[in-house]
């Protein structure tokens, strides 16, 4: 079955410029979680979902980051007015809803590769 | 907020030797400790997870320990081979109840490499 797809896979961009990320989750997983990876470090948090709210974005680094999830299935992450720092691996992952007791597996896309020039 | 710390950072064995990755965590209150492998341009792949209600988990080739009073995990995979090779990675959450939402944070990964 089809898993987590994220476009583009890789983007390059100049500092200063606008960026959209886009995650596909699997079909009918209502929770949906960003993470960046930079290089030779594990994933870390940024921001989660439950259906079309962001339910903790406790992770994004600063206000030129953010993310949306109008419809409860495909979510968008914007970075304004991007730094070199901004490189990384973003990834996505989606889950189903866990029930009482019960935590529910992330599945994670391939990752979009963002380089800022 | 939680840390995570994980050894080694490299690893190499021989095929069909043992391998035992280790991690420390930080916040008591942490609940679920999964473990991932990640290959080369592809997103991390849950192998094998704990709650903190349990000491212990296998899975053929696979274990997960974890000794919550010295609030470390370890990972132990047995006859290792050539495609166990990645990277492994080791976190920590604590999932409320009733959400199943884990924030999970990681360790700095483990590269594992099996000789043929």
């Known amino acids: 079955g089809a898993g987590v797809s994220q476009t583009p896979s890789n983007k390059v961009t100049e500092k200063g410029k606008y960026v959209e990320l886009r995650c596909d989750p699997i079909s009918g997983h209502t929770a949906l979680y960003w993470y960046r990876q930079s290089l030779g470090q594990g994933p870390e948090f940024l921001i989660y979902?439950?259906?079309?709210?962001?339910?903790?974005d406790s992770g994004l680094p600063n206000d030129r980051f953010f993310a949306v999830r109008p419809e409860g299935s495909v979510s968008t992450l914007k970075i304004q007015r991007t730094e070199r720092g901004d490189s990384a691996v973003y990834l996505c992952a989606s889950s189903s809803r866990g029930g009482r007791e019960a935590v529910n597996e992330q599945f994670f896309g391939p990752g979009t590769r963002l380089t800022v020039l | 907020g939680e840390n995570v710390e994980q050894h080694p950072s490299t690893l190499s064995v021989q095929e069909g030797d043992s391998a035992v990755i280790k991690c420390t965590y930080s916040d008591s209150a942490s609940n679920y400790f999964p473990w991932y492998k990640q290959e080369l341009g592809k997103g991390p792949q849950l192998i094998i997870d704990i709650r903190s209600n349990v000491g212990e988990k296998k899975d053929q080739r696979i274990a997960v320990t974890l000794n919550k009073t010295a609030k470390h995990f370890s990972l132990h995979i047995t006859e290792t081979q050539p495609e166990d090779s990645a990277v492994y990675f080791c976190a920590a959450s604590m999932v409320p109840m009733n959400t199943g939402f884990q924030k999970l944070v990681f360790g700095t990964g483990t590269r594992l490499l099996v000789s043929p």
């Open positions: 979902f439950q259906g079309t709210g962001a339910a903790d």
